[in-house]
């Protein structure tokens, strides 16, 4: 069975019918109201195929609304509800991520000064590898100059420069280029260890300091000791700790 009824109808017929439906639905299934596009209530056992994406509610034997199914969303509404949940997907994947990075500062260092001894150490090793780098780059540079006199000595003698004397100058030259190359890699490492201290540094503040949360020292602002030089003694503990003196 299946019943329309318009907003033209009077509350005291609407409530007549509702009544009668009640008694003949019993055995027939729940009654289903719906508004159709054109703003027209509709009352019936089932919605037609053709208004199957509209919302429609569910009525109690005595009238009263006991399920509410939504209308089917459009592909638009549809693609911002995946937006949105990627969103907030990935806002969580990044708090957990900080989450963790953080329990991992406090649980490696117990002050700032700790966080800069340790900054140091690691500028220091880098400075000691780029060290014996450059030195081997100069005795590389000393054998290949006594390489060049020899093969200049041989051609002033009119003899061909041998095959092997000409491949120990080219791997030489590839040796220095290697060298120099392994340099500015190890620079670049500490740059980015200076960096990732800074802001490392910021955040051990921001989660140790005496109100959690409060906006701290920019991180671009945290200056370096110097590796070469002993730390002066700590400052005493403000909680909000001091920088370290430019190098």
């Keep these: ?10 509350a005291r017929c609407i409530g007549t019918l509702l009544a009668v439906l009640a008694v003949s639905t019993v055995s027939a299934g729940p009654l289903i109201k719906w508004v159709d596009k054109d703003g027209q209530v509709h009352y019936g056992d ?13 009525l109690s034997g005595q009238g009263v609304t006991v399920k509410t199914i939504e209308r089917a969303k ?7 509800e995946q937006h949105r949940a990627a969103l907030v997907a990935e806002e969580k994947r990044r708090l957990d ?42 005795r590389i540079t000393q054998q290949l100059r006594d390489l060049a006199h020899d093969a200049a000595e041989i051609e002033r003698s009119g003899q061909e420069v041998p095959d092997d004397l000409h491949e120990q100058i080219a791997n030489g030259k590839d040796e220095i280029q290697r060298h120099e190359r392994h340099i500015v890699m190890q620079e670049h490492e500490q740059e980015a260890l200076r960096h990732k201290f800074a802001a ?8 140790r300091g005496p109100t959690a949360g409060e906006p701290t020292q920019k991180a671009a602002t945290i200056q370096e000791k110097p590796v070469d030089s002993p ?3 700590p400052a005493p503990n ?5 920088p370290p003196p430019h190098r």
């Design 74 to 80: 459009t592909p638009e509404e549809l693609a911002k």
């Design 200 to 207: 490392d540094i910021e955040r051990f503040r921001y989660l």
């Design 231 to 233: 730390s002066p003694p």
């Design 1 to 10: 069975m299946r019943i329309t009824l318009t907003r033209s109808l009077s």
């Design 46 to 58: 089932a919605l037609p195929a053709s208004q199957a994406d509209l919302e429609r509610k569910v």
């Design 238 to 242: 403000t909680g909000s700790g001091s």
């Design 97 to 138: 991520e900080q989450a963790a990075k953080d329990h991992v500062l406090l649980a490696t260092f117990s002050s700032e000064d700790d966080m800069v001894m340790t900054r140091d150490g690691k500028i220091m090793a880098i400075d000691t590898i780029i060290r014996l780098t450059k030195d081997r780059v100069r």
